[in-house]
């Protein structure tokens, strides 16, 4: 949800620079079903709202595997401003999950912060989460993890990570460029 809010500041910033939605649908992207099976992964394997994810057994590597897809999508469309900061969150996400066994670290302090009572509630409860674990000593690269959030007075409150920030950064340059530009 943090990249949501990513999404909403590179369309105004866009729109501020004098740029059209327009824009970004001329543009050329190769790959797209490897974004489309990313989301179709990630509505699998992350809980619902409250409820259960829909797929249980094997998280791990579906989660993974999503990331994956991103970033083939990044490689492939690699001359398109801003994806190259969007592949490098992307990894920095990817090596802390892949460190973890499949699981991003989330800390319990972001996640109360962010008013996620009930998923530190399951955390303290199953010790993982959908596809998240808390951090611990034996967490490995916990400062890649989800240690920051946005409040919970904020809609679609959030705990995110250093590599959520870098990928937010880039869909915000992203945007930002691409949709000023008039003919590509």
């Not at 409820?51 to 595997?65: C, E, K, M």
């Not at 690699?78 to 066994?101: C, E, K």
């Not at 007075?153 to 959520?164: E, K, M, N, Q, W």
């Amino acid at each position: 949800m943090f990249l949501l809010w990513a999404l909403v500041i590179g369309v105004i910033v866009g729109f501020l620079r004098h740029g059209s939605l327009r824009n970004l649908a001329r543009l050329k992207f190769s790959g797209l079903w490897l974004i489309l099976a990313a989301l179709v992964i990630q509505v699998l394997i992350f809980p619902l709202g409250t409820g259960a994810p829909i797929v249980r057994i094997g998280t791990q590597v579906l989660h993974l595997l999503s990331y994956a897809f991103l970033l083939a999508f990044i490689v492939v469309n690699y001359r398109l401003v801003g994806l190259f900061t969007m592949g490098i969150g992307l990894i920095s996400n990817i090596v802390v999950i892949a460190a973890n066994g499949g699981y991003m670290p989330a800390s319990v302090a972001a996640l109360r912060y962010a008013g996620m009572e009930k998923t530190v509630a399951a955390l303290e409860q199953t010790l993982h989460h959908s596809n998240t674990i808390l951090m611990s000593a034996g967490t490995r690269l916990n400062f890649l993890g989800d240690r920051f959030a946005v409040p919970a007075v904020v809609p679609f409150a959030t705990a995110f990570s250093v590599g959520d920030i870098i990928l937010a950064i880039g869909v915000i340059v992203f945007l930002a460029v691409e949709m000023p530009r008039r003919s590509r």
